[in-house]
């Protein structure tokens, strides 16, 4: 999934060569995000995550800043017409680097190649000058293998930790006034992941992966 403490939460061109500003995969299409779409937005989210290391990472308003928001949406079955968000890609680009911020399937339309669809046309929005396309995530193996599958490779790792409301206070403190954290998350160097396991039950090695973005072939002008 995808901050290096969002699934990637797991990261442009214009799009030229589909219709309009859609592209049809299955029974989805894949579009830029538009303001009403936030709930269903929100609902994706929170379902896409619940099954995975992120399930309590949980928003209340979509952010405005990724430089790429795209979904995937299909016709919503309320009777009051209108779409509902089933994918969701946002990625920020710095530079030369762009970074999945998130990437998301609804758990009903899973299978379906929502993801792939989204990052094809993610990749073809990608600014020209963005020649690496990176990504943070957890231990969700079904997100490696589909990182794998669409080309990233693994490369640096540190660790997620948190403490939990049960687990000892002891070596923790606060700036006055406060007391003693209750929760916390916290990063760490991979080298103490022993530790950290020994003491907290909540760890997690979070890893990037990454991808050569290939410029698009040039259009030859007949």
Known sequence: MSENDTPARTSHRDIHSKSAQAVSHSASAVRPYELHDEPSWLRCRVLAFL??????????????????????????????????????????????????????????????????ALLEVGLRRLPTNVSLLDAWTREDEPAHAWYRANGFSESDHYLHVYKGWRESADGWTAPPPLGCPVMAFCHADLA??????ARFARVYVCRRFSRPVVPAAPTLQG
Do not use: F, K, M
């Open 192 to 197: 103490d992941e022993a530790e950290a396991r």
């Open 51 to 116: 099954d995975t290391c992120y399930y309590d990472d949980v928003w209340q308003e979509r952010p405005a800043d990724p430089s790429i928001q795209l979904v995937a949406a299909v016709p919503a079955n309320n009777g009051e017409g209108g779409d509902e968000i089933v994918g969701i890609l946002d990625v920020e680009v710095d530079g030369e680097l762009a970074t999945i911020d998130t990437i998301a399937v609804h758990p009903d339309h899973r299978r379906e190649g929502i993801a792939d």
